[in-house]
């Protein structure tokens, strides 16, 4: 069975920084694209990050590039979101995704995904 279980979500203020993770299960991680999308309350979901760290391949959104860093751990199969100089409009629930081909990021992407984890960011 496949899963994708994040942590780390919750309260900080706006400065403040919060580091993501997600533990995935049942499918071989190393062949896979991993990611993070984040969906606001009334907004679309937006992909916000990826990596294929065999590759050397990450990518980044324009509004979290060079506040977030996303790393994995490819022996414990989890992937990681450190999120700096946090903002309001970084609230949001936050998805951890993998897909196998990486393409079409971030219309087309998911195979699998996670449940969410809430980020809140107060003024």
């Known amino acids: 069975e496949v899963q994708l279980v994040e942590s780390g979500g919750g309260l900080v203020q706006a400065g403040g920084s919060l580091r993501l993770s997600c533990a995935a299960s049942?499918?071989?991680?190393?062949?896979?694209?991993m990611g993070w999308f984040r969906q606001a309350p009334g907004k679309e979901r937006e992909g916000v990050s990826y990596?294929?760290?065999?590759?050397?391949?990450?990518y980044y959104a324009d509004s979290v590039k060079g506040r977030f860093t996303i790393s994995s751990d490819n022996a414990k199969n989890t992937v990681y979101l450190q999120m700096n100089s946090l903002k309001p409009e970084d609230t949001a629930v936050y998805y951890c995704?993998?897909?196998?081909?990486?393409?079409?990021?971030?219309?087309?992407?998911?195979?699998?995904w996670g449940q969410g984890t809430q980020v809140t960011v107060s003024s």
């Open positions: 049942g499918f071989t991680f190393d062949d896979y694209y």
């Open positions: 990596i294929r760290s065999s590759h050397g391949i990450t």
């Open positions: 995704t993998a897909d196998r081909d990486g393409l079409g990021f971030p219309i087309i992407w998911g195979d699998f």
